[in-house]
């Protein structure tokens, strides 16, 4: 599957964002703030914590001009420039997620802090030194050229500047039918171990990298999301359609199960340029 129709048939998207921010205001969408949309607008793992890990582990400050590489609806910019007060480049590759987060940030009055670009996290259109930081959230295991996407991170960064990441780490009894699943059902490619995103991350110019295991914290959030998603059976497949909520929760249960077995998991990763 290519990564574009995967995030077409994605269960999260601005319209279902702003649909549960008005459920939850009584349909009044007015005056957001980028506080209304987090619970709704982070799809990642571990929320604004997983976040702010990783803009500590980047060394984000107020200064800072971070790129955010893959960043999807933009929920994580939002919140780096509400928080951190930094300016973020929102780097977006599918065309819907790319109009819906600027459109998101105009909504909440940070347009002026977060600008969404799209472009390819394999060919990064910024010139060399342009940012403080750079920050990504499970996005890498759609990228099949890694090394690419590393490297062009490096380029981008100013000397010294911090790469701080998540993604899925493959764990040595994921088997290659399963990778070939990962692959058709949820564009996930070239999914790699924390010891060979090291050496990427090392063969890509980073100094004092740093790698976390995941895995148990991941197991424990993924297993009350697929909870969760089956909870809101009735609601999500009222407004997605009952064969779209079903494929979403078969691919999703297939997915956890391979985190509750142990062959796949979730890894946090940094360096230096």
Known sequence: MRVDDFYDRHPISEHEVLAAVARRRGGDLSQLSPDDLFEFDQDHYGGLQAVDELASRAGIATASHVLDVCAGLGGPARFLASRRRCRVLALEHHAGRAAGAARLNRLVGLDGQVRTVRGDATALPFRDGSFNA?????????????????????????????????????????????????A???????????EGYRALLGRAGF????????????????????ARLRAMRRDMAARLGEARFGEYEQLYAF???????GKLGGGRFSGSA
Request: hydrophobic share 50%; with cysteine.
């Open 134 to 182: 750079c920050v990504s959230q499970e996005a890498f295991l759609h990228v099949a050229d890694k090394l690419a996407a590393l490297a062009g991170c490096h380029r981008v960064l100013v000397p010294g500047g911090r790469l701080a990441f998540t993604d899925w780490i493959a764990h040595a009894t994921l088997g290659e039918r399963e990778r070939a699943r990962l």
């Open 207 to 226: 100094v004092g990298v740093e790698s976390e295991d995941l895995s148990d914290e991941w197991r424990s959030i993924l297993r009350a999301r697929l």
């Open 255 to 261: 997915f956890v199960g391979l985190v509750e077995e």
């Open 184 to 194: 058709e059902w949820m564009a996930a490619t070239t999914l790699q171990s924390l």
